[in-house]
């Protein structure tokens, strides 16, 4: 793969993978703690509050797991420091 530093798949994970996506498609592990999480509603991903606590729910984002969303990442964690 094309700048393979972006991207890492670990197949052996007992959680992988840890979102639903279509089987066949490459699903990046290198984020797999999400780094946007912290920006709370700015992380640009999909994502809802739910429960009582309005706890952030990202069940539903695989933005950081797509391989083509490197580049935004990146980006964005440089625009928050």
């Known amino acids: ?14 959680y992988f993978p840890c979102h639903a996506v279509e089987s066949g498609s490459d699903f990046n592990c290198l984020f797999c703690y999400c780094p946007l999480y912290a920006l709370g509603d700015k992380c640009g991903g999909n994502f809802k509050f739910s429960g009582e606590k309005a706890l952030k729910n990202c069940v539903d ?21």
């Open 61 to 81: 984002c695989i933005l950081p797991h797509d391989p083509e969303y490197y580049d935004s990442v990146m980006s964005k964690l440089r625009d928050c420091g």
């Open 1 to 14: 793969m094309e700048n393979s530093h972006k991207y890492f798949s670990n197949r052996s994970c007992k």
